[in-house]
Each structure stands twice: as C-alpha cells, then as structure tokens.
C-alpha cells in the first residue's frame, strides 16, 4: 500500500511558476512509476507527466516545454516544477504511483494509488 500526500498548491499569476510536492510513503518507492494527472471543473482527468521506475520522462502534450517532473528516491518525493502557467493550467493535480517496468504511463488505468489532490488556480 502507497499512501501520497500533495502539497504546493495555490494562486499564481500567469506567466508565474509553482512546484508541488508529492511524499510518499512506503519502502519500495524506487520501483514505482510516479505521475502527475489534472482535472478542472467540468473536464476529464488529464495526463500531465510522468516519471519511470527507470529514469525516463514523459510529458503532456500542453505542458511540455512549461513543466519538469524530478523525483528524489531517498525523500520517496516527486515534484513537478511548473513555470510560464497558464489561466488553462487550473485544476486540481493529482499525485499517483503505478507499478514500474512499464512504458504505458498516460493513461489513469495504468496508475494504482491516488493522492487527494491539490488545488492550483492561475489568474489572467
């Protein structure tokens, strides 16, 4: 079992930057895959990035270039660094973790433990 905590949320101007945080628990999260998924209000559940069990990266298409996704294996911490945001950016993010060794890592299916969410809002 792998619980996951978000934290950094919050207001940011566009044009503005946000890191979230995303601590888990566990002794094997080395051997997780570590996502980040979004959802405004009214949308589906989007694929941000992803980190692999192997040390490949994996962006969304409307954040690539804009967000870096790190992970810290001895803090079992994932970030995502989010610059240049957008009032489209809105939404509530989502820290998730699936089984590594695989190279599907876009879809919610792929991904066993949620995180509860942190709120980031960018105003125009």
């Known amino acids: 079992q792998v619980q996951l905590v978000e934290s950094g949320g919050g207001l940011v101007q566009a044009g503005g930057s946000l890191r979230l945080s995303c601590a888990a628990s566990?002794?094997?999260?080395?051997?997780?895959?570590m996502g980040w998924f979004r959802q405004a209000p009214g949308k589906e559940r989007e694929f941000v990035a992803a980190?692999?069990?192997?040390?490949?990266?994996y962006y969304g298409d409307s954040v690539k270039g804009r967000f870096t996704i790190s992970r810290d294996n001895a803090k079992n911490t994932v970030y995502v660094q989010m610059n240049s945001l957008k009032p489209e950016d809105t939404a509530v993010y989502y820290c998730?973790?699936?089984?590594?060794?695989?190279?599907?890592?876009?879809?919610?299916?792929?991904?066993?433990?949620w995180g509860q969410g942190t709120q980031v809002t960018v105003s125009s």
């Open positions: 566990g002794r094997t999260f080395s051997s997780y895959t």
């Open positions: 980190f692999s069990s192997g040390g490949s990266t």
């Open positions: 998730t973790a699936g089984p590594g060794g695989s190279t599907s890592v876009r879809r919610i299916r792929d991904y066993n433990y």
